[in-house]
């Protein structure tokens, strides 16, 4: 049974930072690409960033470029998403996904509030 567990979203200030993790279980995490989407209210759902199996290429949006980072652990089955310099575009409900091929998992995601 594939499952993750998303967690680290939450309400911070502009310019803050915060740090969102997933961690899968119920399939062998180190075959699978993974990536973050987000989800804005009214908007379609998004790439934001994405990492190989072997966490050796990486590739964000230009929206994100320079402020946030994707990593991996494969011995924990967990992908990070360092996020700095936030600003109030960013506030969205965060998806991880694992991707294999044409088969691919979602996570349900959790929320990042940008606000002052």
């Known amino acids: 049974q594939v499952q993750f567990v998303e967690s680290g979203g939450d309400l911070v200030q502009p310019g803050g930072s915060l740090r969102l993790s997933c961690t899968a279980s119920g399939f062998t995490f180190s075959n699978y690409g993974m990536s973050w989407y987000r989800q804005a209210p009214g908007k379609e759902r998004g790439l934001v960033a994405s990492i190989s199996p072997t966490g050796g290429n990486t590739n964000y949006v230009t929206a994100v470029w320079g402020r946030f980072t994707i990593s991996r652990d494969n011995a924990k089955n967990t992908v990070d998403l360092q996020m700095n310099s936030l600003k109030p575009e960013d506030t969205a409900v965060y998806y991880c996904?694992?991707?294999?091929?044409?088969?691919?998992?979602w996570g349900r995601g959790t929320q990042v509030t940008v606000s002052s």
């Open positions: 996904k694992a991707t294999a091929g044409l088969i691919s998992y």
